[in-house]
């Protein structure tokens, strides 16, 4: 009996492949692209400015 149920439970879970997945892969491009022009932003917005008395 234990074997049995062992197989139909096997027979419900199929072959572990994902069908038709790709929007989730290109929203977490997405959010990434996202977070590295935010980070970029904000690393420039923060960037050192030279005195105004400086010759450089």
């Given at each position: 009996m234990t074997s049995l149920t062992s197989?139909?439970?096997l027979a419900q879970v199929g072959s572990g492949r994902l069908q038709g997945?790709?929007?989730y892969v290109w929203a977490c491009y997405?959010?990434?692209v996202a977070a590295f022009v935010l980070y970029s932003?904000?690393?420039w917005?923060?960037?050192p400015r030279a005195a105004a008395d400086?010759?450089?």
């Open positions: 197989l139909m439970l997945g790709w929007g997405g959010i990434t932003v904000s690393l917005a923060r960037r400086s010759k450089e």
